[in-house]
Each structure stands twice: as C-alpha cells, then as structure tokens.
C-alpha cells in the first residue's frame, strides 16, 4: 500500500554513465516532483509534472530529462554522471488543483557517482 | 539567506522537553508547512498554516505564524525519542503558473531527544 515509491533505493555508479530512477504514486494526484537533497540537507526542487505536462523546470543541468509516461509515474534520466550528482533524489507528488499544496514524498534514492 | 530558513540548525533535549524551531521567509505566502524526515526516509507532512491563520494544532504540535515578520515556529510538546529527526518548513508562494504548486524548503533543524 506504499503512497509513492521509488527505485532504486541506492545507486552507484561511476562518472559519465547514463542511469534511471523511476518513481511511482497510488495517491491518484495529477502533480509529481523531483528534489534533490545535498550532502547538507537542503531539498531542492527539480522538476514538476501536471498530468504528463511539465509545468515547473528550475535550473537543472540538460543532462537531467524527466519524462512522465503517465501521471502516475514521472522518471528521471541522467546523462554522463558527474560527481556532483552525488545526493538523494526524491520524488514527491500532490494535488495541483488543491488549495494546500501538501506533498507526499517517496523513500529517496541515494546516488554516489565515483 | 534563502528562503525557508529554520534556526537553531540543531536542538538537543530531554524527553518530555518541549523543542521550538523556527523558520523565517522571505516572498508573500500562500501557506507554510513543516514536514518531518526521518534518517535515511523521505520526509513526511505534519501540519499546514494558512496565510490568514495565526496558529494551528494538530495533537502535540503547534504551529504558529506571524506575516508581517514573515516567520514561523514549530513547538512540539512533551517530546519523545521518536520526535529525533530533521525538521523542515516549506512555503508555498501566491501566485499561479510556475509558483502554482511549488514549496520552497529551508534547510531543517536537526532535533535529537534523549530518552
């Protein structure tokens, strides 16, 4: 009965590789995000999805392609890791049309590009 | 400073003390919410206040807001072992089209309780 779950749970990978994290949500909400957390802990939005449409993109290097096959799902492609993408990911999803804006969030996973 | 920044960066009690963590922002709100993370999970939603709201509770937390100094504090009562983890306030802004839907997170507050 997970709410949103990603995976994997932890990837390691080394520099210039080419790696998926797929998330999925049951909660049925229309909007799902991705974060990244830093070695320090603050989350940074990455991306945001309403219904399969990309409507929150922030400064995010080219190398990272989201893609929505259904808004139950929105995956995350990176291309030729470098070491700085070393975080956790998270994805987390919502109600677009609510008023709150409450997030539910996935397990995260923790990537270490060596 | 960013915005949603919570202070003390790391608070450490006795259970049955009751922790105050504060958070302070800097663009009009919709709404302020303060989520929980436990080490190594996801973080998890506590409690939402409204912009036109001043305090709230929610069983041993108790949340208030004061916009005109664009802040918040997260008391939590009576605290457990349990309540250890990295506390974080996120802020919904006003606003359609990109803001609509996006939370601006601060970088937490590490509670630890001792039992």
């Known amino acids: 009965d997970t709410a949103v779950s990603q995976t994997p749970k932890y990837l390691v990978t080394q520099m210039g590789n080419d790696k998926s994290i797929k998330c999925e949500q049951n909660?049925?909400?229309?909007?799902m995000y991705w974060y990244k957390q830093d070695s320090k802990k603050f989350l940074k939005i990455m991306f945001s999805?309403?219904?399969?449409?990309?409507?929150i993109n922030e400064t995010v290097p080219n190398r990272f392609s989201p893609k929505s096959p259904d808004k139950a799902h929105l995956n995350l492609h990176i291309n030729s890791l470098e070491l700085g993408d070393s975080a956790v990911y998270f994805c987390?999803?919502?109600?677009?049309?609510?008023?709150?804006?409450?997030?539910?969030f996935g397990p995260g996973t923790r990537l270490t590009v060596t | 400073s960013q915005q949603g920044e919570e202070d003390p960066q790391a608070l450490s009690i006795q259970e049955g003390e009751n922790a105050t963590m504060n958070c302070s922002y800097k663009?009009?709100?919709?709404?302020l919410q303060w989520y929980r993370q436990n080490s190594g999970r996801g973080l998890v939603h506590l409690i939402l206040?409204?912009?036109?709201?001043r305090e709230k509770h929610s069983g041993r937390l108790r949340v208030t807001l004061d916009t005109s100094k664009k802040s918040s504090s997260l008391l939590i009562t009576a605290s457990r072992a349990a309540d250890t983890a990295s506390y974080f306030c996120?802020?919904?802004?006003?606003?359609?089209?990109?803001?609509?839907?996006?939370?601006?997170f601060g970088q937490g507050t590490i509670l630890t309780v001792h039992p």
């Open positions: 987390a999803s919502g109600l677009r049309g609510g008023s709150s804006y409450e997030q539910y």
């Open positions: 909660l049925g909400h229309d909007t």
């Open positions: 999805y309403n219904n399969k449409e990309l409507i």
């Open positions: 663009t009009s709100i919709n709404n």
């Open positions: 206040i409204r912009s036109n709201e």
């Open positions: 996120a802020t919904a802004r006003l606003g359609g089209g990109t803001s609509y839907g996006k939370l601006t």
